[in-house]
């Protein structure tokens, strides 16, 4: 009997390492129906965009994509094969009815909490369109299958979903719905498996991924703690967080673990007291630095990240100029920063005071100007120093091989191939805008985890 051959599964992701480790389990999902993935959607059977609806004109986006995607299917059919094509994730779970009315050749619309249903979906496909952006009753983490393969020596592994804050600006808690945290013994069971399948390096996923809580009341440092003792992991990261959400024992695990990298991104937004009350952040600047302070007494090493909006409604110069303080205060290795735009239903759509785009525009550049100086500074001053890596893969040019340093640092290291996946010390020799340059530090420097 003639095996079939598999069939070609493109999938587009968008923004955020949640949607990159939900594309990954779409893929798996999957499998079993024969898909495979392939690097190019031209001629695939079935493409899916991934999409995020966190940036500026994310709608748009999606439609310039389907354009093109248009054409392979037309193609397709003109020699008598079928595409599914689909739009998930965030963007389809808020204008999902907007997309199929505007897109008639979307095959299936759906959001970032149903996809556990895909084979459902896919099979209803074949004979009529599919649109499902309900919030799913049951957990779709307990219907997912197990991880299929290697997940590659650093991969990440998703915690916590939604949120429950309502920030003014976000449509986080609107298209991954409230806050839910996986049980502990089934992220143990899968960061095992990670472990056997040769990943070193594990960062766990969560909006709000510091609001992790087990069915005992466990928290995302209890959740540390057990997964250090894990054989073979040598690297724990964990991202993003919200700074109302820190707590006693993650403190402790950052002081405790050395393998929790001294690393946190923990995104502020705006340094005015003002602008984080009408953002509905329930935070000030005051308590967001003395996190900081708390997490460097305890391991002096440690360096942040942050994001911010900056010509949020009703920012003066005045709040402005404190967001500035701020940074000038904590030297971030590294930052995002965005110029603010309505989502469409949040409350700050409707609020008064709207920056005018000149001044956001000039606002946005001193910041990032001071942004990028602290992230060049950051990294110059690793130059010289020996870090442990998990290379994960190739380099830039021929020789080197990839990895991401304890401070989440691109860096391209000359080593040998024989290195790849494993845990090495490597020295900083050079220092770029947003990668380092490094070497193998010694003969022999294969670490055991």
Not at 100 to 110: E, L
Not at 283 to 301: C, F, N, Q, S, V
């Amino acid at each position: 009997m003639t095996t079939p051959a598999p069939k070609k599964l493109y999938i587009k992701t968008w923004g955020c390492q949640m949607n990159e480790y939900d594309s990954r389990r779409m893929a798996d999902v999957l499998a079993p129906l024969g898909y495979k993935p392939v690097e190019e959607a031209d001629d695939a059977d079935m493409v899916i965009l991934n999409t995020c609806h966190i940036r500026e004109k994310a709608t748009d986006k999606v439609f310039s994509d389907l354009g093109r995607i248009r054409d392979n299917k037309m193609e397709k059919a003109a020699r008598g094969e079928k595409m599914i094509v689909a739009v998930a994730g965030c963007v389809a779970q808020a204008e999902g009815e907007f997309i199929a009315k505007r897109a008639p050749y979307v095959d299936m619309v759906f959001g970032p909490q149903t996809y556990h249903l895909l084979p459902e979906m896919v099979v209803k496909a074949t004979g009529q369109r599919v649109i499902n952006t309900e919030f799913a009753t049951e957990n779709k983490f307990d219907t997912l299958p197990a991880e299929s393969g290697n997940t590659g020596p650093a991969a990440h592994l998703s915690i916590q979903e939604g949120c429950d804050k309502f920030c003014t600006f976000c449509v986080v808690p609107y298209t991954r719905g409230a806050e839910f945290s996986r049980p502990l013994a089934a992220i143990i069971e899968e960061a095992k498996r990670m472990a056997g399948g040769g990943t070193k390096d594990i960062t766990l996923l969560g909006q709000n991924v510091n609001a992790w809580h087990g069915e005992n009341g466990e928290t995302l440092g209890d959740l540390l703690y057990a997964l250090h003792d894990i054989d073979g992991i040598a690297q724990l990261r964990y991202m993003t967080s919200h700074p109302r959400d820190m707590h006693d024992r993650l403190y402790d695990a950052h002081r405790d673990l050395p393998k929790v990298m001294p690393y946190v991104h923990l995104p502020i937004q705006s340094g005015s007291d003002a602008i984080l009350k009408a953002m509905n952040r329930k935070h000030t600047a005051a308590d967001y630095m003395e996190i900081i302070t708390r997490l460097k007494k305890g391991r002096p090493d440690i360096a942040f990240s942050s994001d911010f909006i900056v010509g949020f409604p009703g920012e003066s110069d005045s709040h402005f100029e404190e967001t500035m303080a701020l940074v000038g205060q904590v030297e971030f290795a590294s930052s995002f920063s965005f110029k603010y735009s309505a989502r469409p239903g949040t409350p700050a759509a409707s609020m008064q005071g709207l920056v005018r785009d000149e001044v956001a525009s000039e606002r946005l550049a001193r910041l990032q100007e001071l942004l990028r100086k602290q992230a060049q500074d950051f990294n110059s001053a690793c130059v010289g120093k020996t870090m442990d890596v998990v290379f994960s893969g190739t380099g830039s040019k021929d020789g080197q091989l990839y990895a991401r340093t304890p401070y989440n640092q691109a860096i391209h290291v000359e080593a040998p191939a024989r290195l790849f996946g494993q845990l090495a010390r490597v020295e900083v020799t050079g220092a770029h805008a947003n990668a380092l340059t490094g070497r193998v530090a010694t003969a022999e420097t294969v670490l055991a985890a």
